[in-house]
């Protein structure tokens, strides 16, 4: 099995619907390592009602640190954002996922994607890339797929839940997964494991990936390729355990 590279998840408690506590946290990196995974991206929610405040920032930036020291795993933090006129008025490098140039912005679940394609471009302005998280899970790609070729056609990957792709979520979601992931639209697959009953593990998605694709098509979603990440290469000691 490949070392797998997790851009999205919530195991840092922050306030959201992810990790409440450190011990929950380390507990899902510690399931996200026994599946494979050796960089895994802790990634905060930015909603419209619950902002990156200074002191919100803060307690994030303490319970990061913490965690990090403790996990069986690389550890790296970003943020998922939530479109939202406010965020036109912030840095979008305050975002960024660290080591890459990729800011991590989701299409609105439900509603048109009018203030992601804003807030994209916003990023974009910044001399960033926009990552467009889960837009198979999203009523505006559902309704009018194209959406997704075109938000693609902008240069700005489009990741896909792994959960979406185990069918784990509305067969909608499922089948635009899928056709996303066979048409080479979607560049990466990510867990957004948010609890135990939602973990960051990523081994099962690309088990089927390679069954329905092949190995060539899967591995470059799930080993980071196209996160280009500075600092970091698979540890060939951890990968040969895995494999023997």
Known sequence: MPAFVDCHSHVVPSGDDGAKTLAEGLRLCEIAAEAGTEVLYATPHVWPHLGLTAKREAGILDAFER??????????????????????????????????????????????????????????AAGLVPLVAHPERTQAVQERPALAVELAGRGWPLQVNATSLLGLHRPEAEVLGWKLVEEGLAKIVASDGHRETRPPRLDEAYALAVERVGEEAALPLFDGTALELRGWRPTPSRAAARDA
């Open 67 to 124: 965690l990090r020291d403790e996990a069986p795993l690389e550890l790296r933090l970003g943020y998922e954002l939530t479109p939202s006129g406010a965020l036109l008025g912030e840095d979008p490098a305050r975002f960024v996922l660290e080591g890459t140039r990729l800011v991590l912005v989701e299409v609105p679940f439900s509603g048109p994607a009018d203030e992601l394609l804003a807030v994209a471009a916003h990023i974009e």
